[in-house]
């Protein structure tokens, strides 16, 4: 069974009516992330906090610990919804730091892909738990 029609009705909830003129809609979603700040390739800090949003372009959260402007970034959130019925997803983000305000942290993100979290076995309906 496909989560396409979830999905739809999901992003129709969060549909923002407003006069927002960002190039990429922004869904207010509250996720555990996870984040690493890099530097050269190397893992200067890793951390986590909440999405306040998500977008295709980018990410708010509220951190952990405050953050510089700027940095480089990492973060990875497990996805609400399962493909397929099925499989976990995690989204997985890179981008850099573009504000932030005490802890709450903006990303603009470069890069953006889904990555699968092995399955989850289903139990029978009246399964004996």
Request: glycine fraction near 10%; include cysteine; aromatic fraction near 4%.
């Amino acid at each position: 069974m496909s989560t396409a029609p979830a999905a739809v009705r999901f992003a129709t909830l969060l549909d923002n009516h407003g006069t927002d003129q960002r190039a990429h809609r922004r869904y207010p979603i509250g996720l555990v992330v996870e984040y690493k700040l890099l530097s050269k390739g190397r893992i200067e800090r890793h951390g986590s906090g909440k999405t306040m949003n998500v977008s295709s372009g980018g990410v708010c959260f509220e951190s952990d610990a405050p953050l510089p402007v700027k940095g480089s970034i990492e973060i990875v959130m497990d996805w609400p919804l399962l493909l397929e019925g099925v499989c976990p997803l995690r989204l997985i983000m890179r981008g850099r730091i573009v504000r932030n305000h005490g802890q709450l942290v903006a990303i603009q993100a470069k890069h953006h892909e889904f990555r699968t979290g092995g399955t989850r076995t289903l139990q029978p309906t009246g399964a004996a738990r």
